[in-house]
């Protein structure tokens, strides 16, 4: 575990720590991006729906943990090689401490989210307490997707330009400029193939609207991304053996 955290914390300062402003970043950025979208969406398109500004940045935070987690996975064994070659350790440490590394930047989103919450006067209301089941939701799907598509590259190289077709459609099949309700009314199949879409419902359901979740969304997304990371294990455990001699 302690090697886990400390390959995350190298990994999420060398993003930061070289600029001026060092980690200060992590939480200027989302906070510079809300406000632009607040300005857009509000000032500009007029959008309707409420608090669309922070409706629009939950959606967008946690989309990019999901493509940002799964993107960084794809070459992990390929940057790590040297890990591979000279250490002997459990592999799939490295996959864990990746996604924790993007993980944390997603938690300064999170935070820079909740802040702008609070300062428009809208309540922190109790069914927030689903919020660290659906953090937890996200980082085991990420996980297992990244352990998967790492596999697969071991393989097939064009998996990361086919990855980011997946992610393009993926977004916008994900109820994130729009509302649950143009997806769900129409094409509630959808938010089974991709989890992100209830995933991202739910978590504005709790935390931005006070309601409950939907539970059939809720319980359906957990338990997609516990057999995802499972089939991914043992897939990797399987066929990438290979890894350190064709990367």
Do not use: C
Not at 115 to 123: A, Q, R, S
Not at 134 to 161: C, K, M, P, Q, S
């Amino acid at each position: 575990m302690e090697r886990i955290w400390l390959l995350a914390k190298i990994d999420f300062k060398k993003r930061y720590y070289d600029q001026g402003l060092g980690i200060l970043w992590a939480l200027l950025n989302p906070l510079f991006k809300l406000t632009v979208y607040y300005f857009v969406f509000t000032e500009i398109m007029s959008n309707r729906t409420p608090n669309f500004a922070l409706y629009l940045f939950s959606g967008i935070i946690t989309w990019a943990f999901f493509a940002q987690g799964t993107k960084k996975g794809i070459n992990l064994l390929k940057n790590k090689k040297y890990l591979l070659e000279s250490i002997q350790f459990e592999q799939l440490d490295l996959f864990v401490s990746a996604t924790l590394s993007v993980f944390f930047a997603f938690l300064f989103n999170l935070a820079a989210y909740l802040v702008i919450h609070l300062i428009n006067g809208i309540p922190i209301y109790a069914t927030i307490l689903f919020l660290p089941i659906l953090i937890l939701n996200i980082f085991i799907l990420v996980l297992g997707v990244a352990i998967l598509l790492a596999t697969i590259n071991i393989y097939l190289r064009d998996i990361e330009h086919l990855w980011d077709i997946v992610i393009l459609a993926g977004f916008w099949l994900t109820p994130i400029i729009y509302s649950k309700e143009a997806l769900l009314e129409k094409f509630y199949f959808l938010a089974y193939i991709n989890p992100m879409a209830g995933i991202v419902i739910n978590l504005r359901e709790t935390v931005l609207y006070g309601r409950q979740p939907l539970y059939n969304l809720f319980f359906y997304d957990i338990v997609y991304a516990i057999v995802i990371l499972i089939i991914a294990i043992f897939i990797y455990r399987t066929y990438a053996y290979k890894a350190a001699e064709k990367l």
